[in-house]
């Protein structure tokens, strides 16, 4: 079993910067692969970006590319989302997902984003 926990949403004014924390109960080199997934009232979850644990390759959505960055802290059991230039549309539940080396997954509680002026 993987417990993930996200912190570090909240209200922030368009332009702004958060920056979203994922932390995981256990290794991150026992987890697979770490993706963050986002979802609006009314749609669907989407994949925003995701890192592999084995060589830390990134993937980012197109929504968001340029704009947010995935990183890890391997001392930290710890996977950060970096999001710069914040746009009404980007207001969401941020969710944490894990594929542990087994192939099971886990997902956070997530985290409320909002942007507004």
């Known amino acids: 079993q993987v417990q993930l926990v996200e912190s570090g949403g909240g209200l922030v004014q368009p332009g702004g910067s958060l920056r979203l924390s994922c932390v995981a109960s256990?290794?991150?080199?026992?987890?697979?692969?770490v993706s963050w997934y986002r979802q609006a009232p009314g749609k669907e979850r989407e994949l925003v970006a995701g890192i592999r644990s084995v060589d830390g390759i990134t993937n980012i959505s197109d929504a968001v590319k340029g704009r947010f960055a995935i990183s890890r802290d391997n001392a930290k059991n710890t996977v950060y989302l970096q999001m710069n230039s914040l746009k009404a549309e980007d207001t969401a539940i941020y969710f944490c997902?894990?594929?542990?080396?087994w192939g099971s997954g886990y997902w956070g509680q997530g985290t409320q984003v909002t942007v507004s002026s």
């Open positions: 997902k894990a594929i542990d080396r």
């Open positions: 256990t290794s991150i080199f026992n987890i697979r692969l």
